[in-house]
């Protein structure tokens, strides 16, 4: 190789390099202080009915966002799935929010069906979450809101089962 070439070529590695290391590993953002209420968002059903998040005010909701083409979101819909009853029976409402197409979804859930309800997520939904700290509108994304509809917690990526228990337990059984 061209000596001349070796710097600049390897300034454009380093540069990239760094680059993606941010984009990779960059955690995401803090939850902005004045944290939007998304209690209002009514989205399509598998049916296409609109539902709207309020018809459970009075509720803690548990909200994840995911779809059927996400690794991550996959393989934490099983426990979701198992720990439901239990939190059903503590009045906690589960809700998913697919970001696909209603026929993607519709056959996923034909293969792994979920006891919760599932809305259809729009073209901007994840756009919404951007207040929450998911600057990269990344999947899968849960949120827990208490009774009252305020945010009392946001997890962004894979939820571990301890981890999601011991948060509903601290925010939900007092």
């Not at 690794?71 to 696909?100: H, S």
């Not at 309800?117 to 919404?128: A, E, H, R, V, Y």
């Not at 009392?152 to 939900?172: D, F, P, Q």
């Amino acid at each position: 190789m061209n000596r001349q070439l070796i710097f600049p070529v390897g300034a454009a590695l380093l540069a990239c390099a760094l680059l993606l290391t941010r984009v990779a590993f960059h955690p995401p953002s803090p939850p902005s202080k004045s944290t939007p209420s998304i209690n209002h968002l009514t989205l399509p059903d598998l049916t296409g009915k609109p539902q709207g998040l309020n018809q459970w005010s009075g509720h803690p909701l548990l909200i994840n966002f995911w779809a059927p083409w996400c690794t991550p979101c996959r393989e934490e819909l099983p426990m979701l799935v198992r720990i439901y009853p239990e939190w059903k029976e503590k009045q906690l409402q589960f809700v998913g929010i697919a970001m696909d197409s209603p026929e993607a979804v519709t056959t996923f859930l034909q293969a792994h069906p979920v006891p919760y309800p599932t809305l259809i997520g729009q073209d901007n939904t994840l756009t919404l979450t951007k207040p929450l700290g998911n600057a990269q509108q990344g999947l899968p994304m849960t949120v827990l809101m208490n009774s009252a509809g305020h945010i009392v917690w946001v997890k962004l990526g894979r939820l571990k089962e301890n981890e999601l228990t011991s948060m509903l337990a601290k925010t939900l059984v007092r």
